[in-house]
C-alpha cells in the first residue's frame, strides 16, 4: 500500500526538492501551506506521516504537532518536524510535544528520506 | 654628721647672741653688786633695755627668715600651680638660694614637660596632615574615576560620592536644577530600597553560606532618566569606619567578624554596552537562524539536481532557479549583517579630544616609523583641540603617506595644521608627482592596509567618523599636492571643569563627609539631637512683591546646605520660576530679575516639588523665614506637596544672641558676625551669606546653652512673641 506523506511548509523554495524526493521515493504527496491547512488536511486525509515546518503563517508547527496529537484516532500518525531554528530548547519543546523526530535546516537530503523511510518502517 | 657651713654659722651666730645676752645681764648684775654705782631701779632699767634691743635683733632675723623661707615656699607653691596649668611659665629668682634650687629644679621638669607636648602637638599636626593628605588623595581619585562611585552607611546616608555620580544620578534636567545627590542625603531616592537590601543581605557575614562577606555584590537597575547601571556593592567594616576611614572591600583580617557599618557602591553605565551586545546578539542570531532557511533549500536542491541527473529539463531549470534565488536572499542576508556590524565597529571607537600639535607629532613619528619617509611640519596652529578618533587619524595619515612612498616614490611629506573659520584643516603635503582625482579617490576609499597593519576602514570612514571631510588637490604650477582633512575644532579641555562651581565655595569641592559614619539612625527625633548634627536646606526667594496672599510670586529660589556644620557650596539649587504674572518695577529694582529673564523657565509647578526633594530630611533655614514660608505654603495644596519640616529662622536666632541691638537685617548681622557679603539679592547669594551667619551662630547659641533644635526653636519662640508685644 502506498504510504501518504503530507508536507507543511510555506516556503515553496523547499517544498519543491521535498515534494521530488518523496514522489521518487514513491510516497503519495500533499503539501499545506499554512499551519491551519496542514491541520485541516492531515485531519481530512490522514497522512501516515507530516513533514511539519516549525514557522508557518496562522498557526505555528508547534501548535498543530499538539492538535495532532491530542485526537487519539491520530495516534498511529508520524510528525518529522522542520526548523530554520537549531536550538537545543526548541529540539526538546518538539519533542516533548509529540513530534517522532526533529531535523534542522539545512539538512541532507539522504538522511531525510532515511528518516521518513524508517519513521514508515518501509 | 656632716652640718653645711650656712647651717654651722647661723648656729654659731644664735649661740653669740645668747652668750653676749647673758654676759650683759651677768655684767650689769655684777657691776651693781661691786660698786653700787647703780640703784636697784637703774640696773632693773638697763636690763630691760638690753632684754629689749635682744627682742628687736631677734624679732628682726625672725622676720627676715620668715619672708626668705616660709612666704618664698608658697610664693613658690603658686608659681609652681600656675605652671602646671600653663605651659610656657617659668619660675623666677628667689632670695632664698635654697628656693632657687627647687625653683630650678622645676623650671626643668616644665622644660621637659614642654618639650613633650610640642612633640605630642607636631605628631598630631603630622598625622592630621597626611590623614588629610589621604583624602585629598582620594578626593582626587574619586573625582578622575570613570565610574560614579558612592560610599554610604547602612542607614543608606550618602558619605562621599564622586563627580561622576553626581552627573549620571542627577534628576531630570526638566525637574529644575534639583540635585538627588548629595552629602547626608538618602540613596534611596535614588535606588529602591529593596534593591539595596537585597544586595547588602548577600554581603552581611554569615548570610547564606559559611564564606562571609565575598568581594561584593552586584545588581542591575534603571535610573529615573532610563539609563542602565550596573552596580558593584562592597562593604566597609566596623574597625575601618571607626578610624574615620573607608575600607573599601571588608576583605583580609578577620572580615567575617567585622560588622558592616556601611558599604561602597560603584557604577557603570551600561545602557550603551547593552544595546550594543543587544544589537550584536540580533546579528549573531540572524546570522545563524536567518541562515538555516536559504542554506537548506539551497542544499536540497543542489542534492536534488546531483542526485536525479535524469529528470526533465523544466523540472531542472525549476531547481536551478531555487538555488539562484535564494543564494541571492542569503547574499542580502550576508550584505545586511554585515552593514549592521561595521556600524557597532564605529561605535566602540570613541572620540577623545586632543591637542592638534600633539596629533601632527604623532603622526610624523609614526610616518617615519613605517616607511624611509621624511616627515616634516610646514605649519602648526599650537592653539587647536581637535575631537577626533586619534588612532584612526593617525592610521590614515601614514596609510596615504605610504602609499605615496610605495606608488611614486615621495620620500619628503609635510604635515600642516591650521584654522580655516570653525574648522581645523589638516594638510599632507607633497611636491612632485602625483595622481589624478579618481585615483586620489580610490586611495581614500581603499580599505586600509599598508606596513602589515589592516584595517577593514578607510580613510574616508576614519574621517566621517570624525564628522570631518577628505578632498585632493593640486597645484600645477608649484607642483604641489595634498590631502586636506577638515575637521571640527573642540574646545580646550578646561582644568577640573565640571559642572557649574559657585565660586563662594573653597579650595576644593567637598564630597565626602566620613563623620556621618557616626551618626545614629535618621529615624532619631529631630527635636532633641544637637544642632550641630543636623542638616540644614538654607534657602531664599525672591518674589514679585510682598504679599503671596494677594497674588504675589516666587521668581527665584536659591538654595543650599549644610551637613555637619560644614556649607556644601557646590550642593545647590538654584532656579528661576516664570511667575505667569507681571513683574513690579519696584521689585525689579530689588532683585534685578527682569521679565526677559523668566521667559522660557518652568513654573512653581514644576519647580517647588524639586525644592522638596531637594530639602528631603532636613532642618530649613531662612531669614525672616515666615516671608519665604507663607510663599511655600500657600502652593502647598495646589502642587501636593507639604514643607513639614522645622524651620528655623536666623532674624529671630539673632534677636536671641543679640536682644540689644536695633538691627536684624541680614547685612548687619553679617557684618556683627565677620561674614563677607557677596552677591546679595539673589536668591542663591542671600542663602549662601545666610547659611554663613548660621554657622557662626551656632558656637554662640551654645555658649547661652541652646544646643538642641528644640532649644534653638523654643528661644526663637519666646523672642519672637517679645517682639510682637512691642
Same mark, same amino acid.
Given at each position: ?5 503530507? /508536507? ?115 | ?148 562611585? /558612592? ?402 510670586? /516666587? ?37 534685578? /530679575? ?63 544672641? +543679640?536682644?540689644?541691638?536695633?538691627? +536684624? ?62
Amino acid at each position: 500500500m502506498t504510504k501518504k506523506v503530507l /508536507i507543511a511548509d510555506d516556503e515553496p523554495n523547499i517544498v519543491i526538492s521535498l515534494e521530488f524526493l518523496l514522489r521518487r521515493e514513491g510516497f503519495e504527496v500533499l503539501v499545506a501551506v499554512d499551519g491551519e491547512e496542514a491541520l485541516a488536511k492531515a485531519r481530512a486525509e490522514r497522512p501516515d506521516l507530516v513533514l511539519l515546518d516549525v514557522m508557518m503563517p496562522k498557526m505555528n508547527g508547534f501548535d498543530v504537532c499538539q492538535a495532532l496529537r491530542a485526537d487519539p484516532g491520530l495516534a498511529a500518525m508520524r510528525i518529522l518536524m522542520l526548523t530554520a531554528k537549531g536550538r537545543d530548547t526548541e529540539v526538546s519543546k518538539g519533542l516533548d510535544l509529540g513530534a517522532d523526530a526533529y531535523v534542522t535546516k539545512p539538512f541532507s537530503t539522504k538522511d531525510l528520506v532515511v528518516q521518513v523511510r524508517s519513521l514508515l518502517g518501509v | 654628721m656632716n652640718f653645711p657651713r650656712r647651717f654651722v654659722f647661723a648656729a654659731a651666730a644664735v649661740g653669740l647672741f645668747l652668750l653676749a645676752l647673758v654676759a650683759a645681764v651677768v655684767g650689769l648684775m655684777q657691776a651693781g653688786r661691786a660698786e653700787d654705782t647703780m640703784s636697784f631701779g637703774d640696773r632693773v632699767a638697763a636690763i630691760t633695755m638690753v632684754t629689749a634691743f635682744a627682742c628687736v635683733l631677734a624679732f628682726a632675723a625672725l622676720r627676715e627668715l620668715y619672708a626668705r623661707y616660709v612666704q618664698g615656699s608658697l610664693r613658690l607653691a603658686e608659681e609652681a600651680g600656675a605652671l602646671a596649668a600653663h605651659s610656657g611659665v617659668r619660675i623666677g629668682d628667689y632670695a632664698a638660694a635654697e628656693l632657687c634650687a627647687v625653683g630650678q629644679a622645676i623650671n626643668q621638669l616644665a622644660g621637659v614637660r614642654d618639650a613633650l607636648e610640642g612633640d605630642v602637638a607636631g605628631r598630631v599636626r603630622e598625622a592630621r596632615a597626611s590623614l588629610e593628605e589621604e583624602r585629598s588623595r582620594l578626593a582626587a581619585l574619586m573625582a578622575d574615576l570613570d565610574q560614579s562611585v /558612592i560610599v554610604c552607611n547602612l542607614d543608606g546616608r550618602i558619605l562621599l560620592y564622586n563627580q561622576r555620580a553626581r552627573d549620571e544620578l542627577s534628576g531630570p534636567a526638566e525637574a529644575g536644577s534639583a540635585e538627588l545627590l548629595g552629602l547626608g542625603r538618602s540613596i534611596y531616592t535614588v535606588f529602591d530600597r529593596s534593591l539595596i537590601a537585597h544586595a547588602l543581605e548577600r554581603l552581611q557575614p554569615g548570610a547564606g553560606d559559611h564564606a562571609g562577606p565575598t568581594g561584593g555584590a552586584q545588581f542591575v537597575t534603571v535610573t529615573r532618566s532610563g539609563r542602565l547601571l550596573r552596580a558593584h556593592m562592597s562593604a566597609v567594616s566596623a574597625a575601618a569606619a571607626s578610624d574615620g576611614e573607608v575600607a573599601g572591600e571588608s576583605s583580609g583580617k578577620s572580615a567575617s567578624d567585622a560588622a558592616l557599618t556601611g558599604f561602597v557602591l560603584i557604577l557603570d553605565d551600561i545602557t550603551a554596552e547593552n544595546e550594543r551586545d543587544a544589537r550584536r546578539d540580533a546579528l549573531i542570531q540572524s546570522l545563524t537562524e536567518g541562515g538555516r532557511g536559504p542554506l537548506g533549500n539551497i542544499r536540497a536542491a543542489a542534492e536534488t539536481l546531483s542526485d536525479f541527473a535524469d529528470m526533465a529539463p523544466e523540472q531542472r531549470e525549476r531547481f536551478l532557479g531555487v538555488i539562484r534565488d535564494e543564494a541571492r536572499v542569503l547574499s542580502q542576508h550576508l550584505e545586511n549583517a554585515a552593514n549592521a556590524f561595521s556600524n557597532d565597529l564605529r561605535v566602540r571607537w570613541p572620540l577623545e579630544e586632543m591637542l592638534g600639535a600633539e596629533l601632527v607629532a604623532a603622526a610624523l613619528r609614526r610616518i617615519g616609523e613605517r616607511c624611509p619617509i621624511v616627515g616634516r611640519i610646514e605649519a602648526l596652529d599650537e592653539s587647536i583641540w581637535l575631537r577626533i578618533d586619534s588612532f584612526g587619524l593617525l592610521q590614515a595619515l601614514s596609510f596615504l603617506a605610504a602609499r605615496l612612498y610605495d606608488e611614486y616614490g615621495i620620500r619628503d611629506v609635510r604635515l600642516a595644521l591650521s584654522r580655516g573659520g570653525r574648522l581645523a584643516q589638516l594638510d599632507l603635503v607633497w611636491i612632485g608627482t602625483s595622481m589624478n582625482n579618481e585615483t586620489a579617490m580610490t586611495w581614500e576609499l581603499d580599505s586600509m592596509n599598508s606596513g602589515g597593519e589592516t584595517s577593514p576602514l578607510s580613510v574616508r570612514d576614519v574621517v566621517d567618523r570624525c564628522n570631518g571631510e577628505i578632498w585632493f588637490q593640486r597645484e600645477r604650477a608649484s607642483h604641489r599636492a595634498y590631502f586636506r582633512i577638515l575637521l571640527p575644532i573642540a574646545e580646550a579641555p578646561k582644568e577640573a571643569a565640571r559642572g557649574k562651581e559657585p565660586a563662594r565655595q573653597g579650595s576644593r569641592p567637598e564630597f565626602y563627609d566620613f563623620d556621618l559614619f557616626r551618626r545614629s539612625a535618621a529615624s532619631q527625633q529631630l527635636d532633641d539631637r544637637p544642632l550641630a548634627e543636623l542638616s540644614y536646606t538654607v534657602f531664599d526667594t525672591e518674589t514679585t512683591g510682598l504679599d503671596p496672599s494677594g497674588g504675589d510670586e /516666587i521668581i527665584q529660589i536659591g538654595a543650599t546646605r549644610i551637613v555637619n556644620r560644614r556649607l556644601l557650596g557646590h550642593e545647590y539649587l538654584d532656579q528661576l520660576v516664570d511667575p505667569q504674572r507681571a513683574l513690579s518695577p519696584e521689585s525689579i529694582a530689588i532683585h534685578g /530679575i527682569t521679565p526677559d529673564l523668566l521667559v522660557g523657565q518652568p513654573t512653581i509647578a514644576t519647580v517647588l516639588p524639586a525644592f522638596h526633594a531637594f530639602c528631603a530630611d532636613t532642618v530649613l533655614v531662612a531669614h525672616n523665614a515666615a516671608f519665604d514660608m507663607r510663599f511655600l505654603q500657600l502652593k502647598e495644596a495646589s502642587l501636593g506637596v507639604r514643607f513639614e519640616q522645622p524651620v528655623l529662622d536666623t532674624l529671630l536666632l539673632s534677636a536671641v544672641l +543679640h536682644p540689644n541691638q536695633e538691627m +536684624h537685617r541680614l547685612e548687619a548681622i553679617a557684618e556683627r558676625l565677620g561674614v563677607s557679603v557677596i552677591g546679595r539679592h539673589t536668591a542663591l547669594g542671600d542663602a549662601m551669606v545666610t547659611a554663613e551667619v548660621f554657622l557662626k551662630m551656632l558656637p554662640l547659641l551654645a555658649a547661652m546653652g541652646i544646643h538642641t533644635l528644640r532649644q534653638a526653636r523654643e528661644a526663637s519662640e519666646r523672642t519672637f512673641h517679645a517682639r510682637l508685644r512691642y
